[in-house]
């Protein structure tokens, strides 16, 4: 029963409790055991909180009997990891970082507040590079984090341990952080969902920072609309942050069907900038054919682009420079060294005139189209890449930086401020997952989770599990 518990998603979890058909202690029970099945293969916790997440499953089990199903809070007594980037309250958070190995936040970060205040039950945090500047997990503090669908290979990264933990069946829900393809390429690469909403959707602890936003990942789309429900919305104290009206999102993403008849589709399965290997685009073009078999009028297009790695440079380099702790990995010097070039000429007309560009390309697909579809990666998982920090190579052909250039296709969504979610497109010829990533224009997330909800019927991954898993 623990390891059937295991595999139900967040909100299948949510409305047994509320049923009274399971209790929440079965459901972080389940969630502890298989991270103590399986933790030591996958690596993907900085922290497990097994007693204090046991206690507070049990408080939860008193509730349950004492109040109507109705008062209880959408996410009540689900299982839910937070990445050691977001700080929580009485548990450590280490940003990676042997620096803040015994940090200990006293208060929670906005979103996490809100999952929590939601009734979700917090059981660990789960691994990241050292400040979520590496494109693959593994840090001095915890090291190297594999991916669920072969052990020593990647499981990407920043929020690498959230998708691994996820596609390993640890916990239902995960949360994250996303700048440049944090949420989107782990969960491409690890087969499961990653959303990085619009732009402000989220509240920020940053409030002046336009590019980096926290997300969710998941097996289904429903349990991504469900932390997006929870967690979206203006608050006070990140004053950019956006009010939403409407909250509904769970009900309007289960209610989406698979007919796709007069919805246009723009598909770029090469954007400029560098190439994608062939399988990559194979398994995307495949199902791509399958969402036109479904009535969407799809049309491939070219997407000209900045050159995204020289502009990952000039955004941020400076950030590279400014951090005050030591960079120990090999890549992350690199990309410093690259960055002393930057000057503030360059850094501003990055900030403006670039990323300026970038939002008109977009815009100027949307115009004629609903949605886009590109690959989330250039590249499908490969094994761990030590010193180099990524892919040295696409199919044959060298390129220039290894540790940004596998993120090239999910950073330019980022500035742009539109929502992005990548879903399992299918699997390579080893046997690794594909992702494929939907764009949609700035403020319609409900609508690319209705598209995404669609393409999850039509081709399912939910209960396709890592072999190595029982």
């Known amino acids: ?163 691994a933990a996820i596609a390993a069946g640890m916990a239902p829900l995960a949360w994250g952080s996303d700048g440049g393809g944090s949420i989107r390429i782990p969960a491409s690469y690890c087969g499961v969902v990653g959303l990085k909403p619009s732009m402000r959707w989220i509240p920020g602890d940053q409030p002046w920072d336009t590019a980096v936003t926290d997300g969710p990942l998941s097996r289904t789309v429903a349990d991504i609309a469900l932390m997006l429900e929870v967690t979206a919305g203006f608050d006070p104290r990140s004053p950019h942050s956006t009010p939403i009206a409407r909250k509904d999102f769970v009900a309007a993403t289960l209610s989406a069907q698979p007919d796709l008849s007069g919805v246009r589709i723009a598909v770029a399965l090469t954007p400029s900038a560098g190439p994608v290997a062939a399988e990559v685009r194979e398994a995307v073009s495949m199902a791509v054919a399958r969402l036109a078999d479904a009535g969407a009028i799809v049309s491939e297009i070219g997407l000209d682009l900045p050159d995204r790695v020289e502009y990952f440079i000039d955004f941020w380099g400076p950030f590279f420079l400014a951090e005050d702790a030591p960079l120990p990995h090999p890549a992350m010097r690199e990309v410093r060294d690259a960055a002393r070039r930057v000057t503030l000429e360059s850094y501003l007309h990055a900030c403006t005139v670039t990323r300026g560009q970038i939002t008109r390309t977009y815009n100027d697909v949307f115009r004629d189209h609903h949605f886009l579809i590109t690959p989330t990666s250039p590249v499908a998982p490969f094994a761990h890449p030590g010193a180099r920090g990524g892919a040295t190579h696409v199919d044959e052909i060298a390129v220039r930086y290894p540790a940004i250039d596998f993120h090239r296709l999910t950073e330019s969504a980022s500035h742009a401020g539109i929502p992005a979610i990548t879903v399992p497109a299918g699997f390579g010829a080893e046997g690794l997952p594909i992702g494929m990533q939907l764009h949609a224009p700035q403020h319609q997330d409900l609508e690319l989770l209705r598209l995404a909800r669609a393409w999850e019927q039509i081709a399912p991954w939910r209960d396709i599990h890592p072999e190595f898993l029982p």
């Open 1 to 163: 029963m623990a390891n059937e518990l295991a595999w139900l998603d967040g909100h299948e979890i949510a409305t047994l409790i509320r049923e009274r058909e399971i209790k929440p202690s079965e459901a972080v029970a389940a969630s502890l055991a298989q991270i103590s099945n399986h933790e030591s293969q996958v690596n993907a916790f900085v922290t497990v909180i097994f007693e204090r997440a046991m206690s507070a499953a049990e408080r939860a089990d008193r509730r349950v009997m004492q109040v109507d199903a109705h008062e209880l809070p959408p996410l009540f007594g689900v299982p839910l990891t937070v990445k050691d980037l977001a700080p929580t309250a009485g548990v450590r958070t280490t940003f990676g970082s042997t620096a803040f190995a015994d940090h200990v936040p006293e208060e929670d970060s906005i979103s996490v507040g809100r999952l929590r205040g939601a009734g979700a039950i917090l059981i660990g945090k789960t691994t990241t590079p050292e400040f979520g500047m590496l494109g693959v997990t593994e840090s001095a503090l915890t090291g190297v984090t594999n991916n669920p669908w072969r052990l020593g290979y990647t499981a990407g990264g920043s929020s690498g341990g959230a998708a």
